[in-house]
């Protein structure tokens, strides 16, 4: 099993760069598939961007591809997303979550574990 805690959220002007980190507790973070999702006022959680056990592959919701990237540090037990280009519409609370599936997909019921989310709020 893994506890999940996630950090860097802030309030931020569109353009900026922002980089949140998802730190794990445990001694088998490596032996999880990891994603990144986020949920907007009145919307459902949104798949943004997952990362096989080994970092050897990534795949992006199409919203978040050419300006997010996903990485994962397994010596550190950390997961990372960059955002770059922030826009309006990237504000909401973003959540880590873990899988034991090898290669999860983009619903919520493929993750198995869930940080507590870190607010990302991004002005015009």
């Known amino acids: 099993q893994v506890q999940l805690v996630e950090s860097g959220g802030g309030l931020m002007q569109a353009g900026a760069s922002l980089r949140l980190s998802c730190a794990a507790s445990g001694r088998t973070f490596s032996s999880y598939a990891m994603g990144w999702f986020r949920q907007a006022p009145g919307r459902e959680r949104e798949f943004v961007a997952g990362?096989?056990?080994?970092?050897?592959?990534?795949w992006y919701t199409d919203s978040a591809k050419g300006r997010f990237t996903i990485s994962r540090d397994n010596a550190k037990n950390t997961v990372y997303l960059q955002m770059n280009s922030l826009k309006p519409e990237d504000t909401a609370v973003y959540y880590c979550?873990?899988?034991?599936?090898?290669?999860?997909?983009?619903?919520?019921?493929?993750?198995?574990?869930w940080g507590q989310g870190t607010q990302v709020t991004v002005s015009s």
């Open positions: 979550a873990a899988s034991t599936s090898v290669r999860p997909g983009a619903r919520s019921t493929e993750y198995d574990f």
């Open positions: 990362i096989t056990r080994g970092g050897s592959s990534t």
